[in-house]
């Protein structure tokens, strides 16, 4: 976020240049190793961690960090959508890049994306919000959801661009995919030790926060710096600001029950940039399926757009099994496209009845 398109590559806004500078060096072919608290998995009781990937965002055009995070988010649930894809089916949120992912527009985005979601009420919700956000966060991450958040930068001012509080409170927008703690994951109380694990969208590290790490403030003085923890190391001055945002990805809006699967890529680190005229590559996916019952038969479905999703057709079907196990991986050998929308969804074969 808050990229500026130059004629040979891109800059930034001037407050989080080490950032922009970890994505140029990831571009570039060489990925910055976490160091510090947040860098390193630590010790709970319980955990629930969504399957995903971490990578590279692309820099161009305001930055397509809230394109790539809903990117990833979504993989988790069994579907890829290129990033200027997400761009294509929004409007514009009242930045001055298009289609940019911003809190105003991500919603409509995962609408017609025909994702299950829910966004944060960062609009009604009476601020300072992190204590509704927190609770809010970890009921999805209990749930198995993952969720696009938007992050504010220490030093950075607010709000963004020409954005109106409550709007604008964010730098960033990053996928996260799961969450560990002390105690069982049916306690809705927030603790301070619970931990969120997340994507920072500039390689192939895995970030783990407390909430005790998250809260961040900004005087609510228009241009003034937002602040967050600078002294935990790992953290990089990244906190969830007094106005707080995020859209959790529950799923697909479809009214045929499907088994939970998870999609995974190859290559998976980064896509062409097809806005700065890359040519998009072929990807070959894997799907990992859970939750079957044994001896009965299932059929696997594949869309490559969002009209045909999720139309139950023989035309759409790729796979049929019976079930060994309970968990199914499946590599499609038909590859799809890194600039398209691909759905996959796994469902109980209709008329079957299970073979004991």
């Not at 629930?48 to 790539?68: E, F, N, T, V």
């Not at 509080?165 to 964010?170: E, F, K, Q, R, T």
């Not at 619970?194 to 920072?200: A, G, K, L, P, Q």
């Not at 590290?205 to 005087?219: C, D, H, I, R, V």
Request: overall charge negative; aromatic content about 12%.
């Amino acid at each position: 976020m808050r990229l500026i398109l130059l004629p040979a590559y891109v800059a930034a806004m001037p407050q989080k240049q080490e950032f922009i500078e970890t994505l140029r060096k990831a571009h570039a072919g060489e990925l910055t190793p976490c160091e510090g608290q947040a860098c390193t998995k630590p010790v709970r009781k319980y955990e629930l961690i969504s399957k995903a990937q971490p990578g590279i965002q692309w820099m161009d055009h305001g930055g397509y960090c809230g394109s790539w995070a809903t990117q990833r988010a979504t993989l988790a649930h069994g579907a890829w959508i290129s990033q200027q894809q997400v761009r294509d089916h929004t409007v514009n949120g009242g930045g001055p890049n298009d289609h940019e992912i911003l809190a105003s527009n991500v919603g409509l985005a995962m609408t017609n994306l025909k994702l299950k979601h829910e966004c944060f009420d960062w609009r009604n919700t009476p601020a300072p919000q992190q204590g509704a956000y927190f609770k809010w966060l970890k009921k999805h991450l209990t749930a198995g959801n993952t969720v696009a958040w938007f992050i504010m930068w220490s030093g950075e001012s607010y709000p963004l661009y020409t954005l109106k509080v409550p709007d604008g409170l964010y730098g960033h927008v990053e996928p996260v995919i799961g969450i560990m703690s002390n105690h069982p994951l049916t306690d809705e109380t927030v603790y301070d030790d619970d931990v969120v694990i997340h994507y920072n969208d500039a390689g192939n590290e895995t970030f783990y926060k407390t909430f005790a790490m998250l809260p961040g403030n900004w005087s609510g003085k228009q241009g003034d710096p937002g602040k967050c923890q600078t002294n935990v190391p790992g953290v990089d001055g990244q906190c969830i600001g007094p106005y707080s945002y995020g859209c959790a990805v529950m799923g697909f809006e479809d009214k045929q029950e499907a088994l939970p699967m998870s999609l995974s890529l190859e290559p998976w680190l980064s896509e062409p940039d097809t806005r700065t005229g890359s040519k998009p590559n072929e990807i070959t996916g894997t799907l990992a399926i859970e939750g079957l019952t044994t001896g009965a038969t299932y059929d696997i479905y594949r869309w490559n757009d969002v009209k045909s999703a999720f139309t139950y057709t023989d035309e759409y079907k790729i796979k049929s099994f019976k079930a060994s196990h309970t968990d199914f991986v499946y590599t499609d050998p038909k590859n799809f496209s890194s600039a398209s929308t691909t759905y996959y969804r796994c469902v109980k074969a209709s008329g079957d009845s299970v073979v004991v």
